[in-house]
């Protein structure tokens, strides 16, 4: 059961809308596990998904904070 959970989630994080489902591959590919590990409980709803990325962004990988246009220190935007 608990698999099916588990394989439930990574299909549901790639039928995702807004912000993965648009996203880049790179982006999926660096926050995906991130996703199902800090933020398993929102998935499948792509807003609350990024949401609790960048609320957790000290526990998500330098990847995905990067992908997510994150600053290393404190989890705020980047200037552009």
């Known amino acids: 059961m608990r698999i099916i959970l588990r394989l439930s989630a990574i299909l549901a994080l790639f039928a995702l809308t ?6 880049t591959p790179q982006q999926r590919e660096a926050c995906e596990g991130d996703a199902n590990r800090v933020c ?4 499948p709803d792509a807003v609350a998904i990024e949401r609790c990325l960048r609320a957790n962004a000290g526990s ?15 989890g705020k935007k980047r200037k552009r």
């Open 18 to 23: 807004p912000a993965f489902a648009q996203g």
């Open 60 to 74: 998500i990988s330098a990847a995905c904070k990067a992908e997510l246009g994150l600053a290393s220190a404190g």
């Open 40 to 43: 398993e409980a929102y998935i």
